[in-house]
C-alpha cells in the first residue's frame, strides 16, 4: 500500500492538496485522529486499496505525540508511508482567515485568530520534520495543486528527492528552504528594459547572465558545494534536501540558477524544481 499523510498549518493548503489526491486516484481521509491511523490502513489493506492519503491536524489533540511511533511501525510493516507537511507564514494566514471569514479551529473566546494560529504550530512542532515541507505563503491554489502533483509523481519513498526552489528575498525566506543561497550580487537583467518582462526561463535572459564570468562562478559554486554535500545528506536518511535561490525579485537570477542547476544534478538523484515567485 501507498500511503501519503498530509498534515500542517490549518489555512496552509491541506484541503486543496487532498482534493487533488482525491482526482489523482488515492482513497482519501480527512481530519483522521492518530490513535486510529493503523487501524484504517489495516482495514483498508484487507479491502485492498492500494492509494491512500490521510489528512492529519492539530484536532488529533494530544494523540499527534503518537505519530512517529505510528509511521514508523507502518514503514515496518511495508506500507510506502510519505508526509507531506504544509505550512505558511502568519501573516498569510491571517489574510487567508480574513478573506474567507472562516473560524480557526483552535479558536474560541478566550483566544485571538493570531494566538490560535502560534497554538496550533506549537502543537504540530513534533511532527513538522518527518517529511517533505511545502511553504505555501503567498501562493494560489493553483500552484499548489501543481507543486503536490510533481511531488506525488516523483515517487516519494524511493531516496532522497533534490528541490532546487527560486525566490525573491522581497517577499520572504521560504519556510521550507534546507539551504539557501543569495545571488542578489550578480548583475541584475531587471535593469535591461528588453529583458525586464522576461523570466530566467527565456534564452535571452540565460545569454545575458552567462556572458558574466561571476555568474559562471556563482552557478559552479553552489553546484560544487551540493554535490559534495550530497552523499552525506544520503547517507543522513533524508529524504528530500531543499536548496532555495534567492535573488531580489525571484525572476531572472534565482529562476536561472534553479533551472541550472536542476538540470545539472538529473542524473544524480530524483530532481524538482520550483519557482516561488513565478508560481505565486
Known sequence: ????????????????????LEDSGYYCVDNLPVVILTVLVGMLQE??????AVAIDARSGGGIELLPGKLKRLSEDGVQVTF??????????????????RRHPLADDERSLAE???????????????????DTSGLKASALREWVRQFIESQPGQGLTLMFESFGFKHGLPLDADLVFD?????????????????????????FLECDPDV??????????VSDWLPSYIRDNRNYLTVAIGCTGGQHRSVYLAETLARRFAGQARVLVRHRT???
Open 1 to 20: 500500500m501507498e500511503l501519503i499523510l498530509i498534515s500542517g498549518l490549518s489555512g496552509s493548503g491541506k484541503s486543496v492538496a487532498l482534493n487533488l
Open 278 to 280: 513565478l508560481a505565486g
Open 116 to 134: 490560535s494560529i502560534r497554538l496550533e504550530s506549537e502543537l504540530l512542532a513534533p511532527i513538522a520534520g518527518l517529511g517533505h515541507r511545502i
Open 47 to 52: 479491502e485492498q486499496v492500494s492509494k491512500v
Open 183 to 207: 545571488v542578489r550580487c550578480l548583475p541584475n537583467p531587471h535593469y535591461d528594459p528588453a529583458l525586464r518582462p522576461l523570466t530566467g526561463r527565456d534564452r535571452p535572459v540565460a545569454e
Open 216 to 225: 559562471v562562478r556563482m552557478r559552479e559554486d553552489i553546484g560544487r558545494f
Open 84 to 101: 507531506l507537511f504544509l505550512h505558511a507564514n502568519e501573516e498569510t494566514l491571517l489574510k487567508r482567515y480574513s478573506e474567507s471569514r
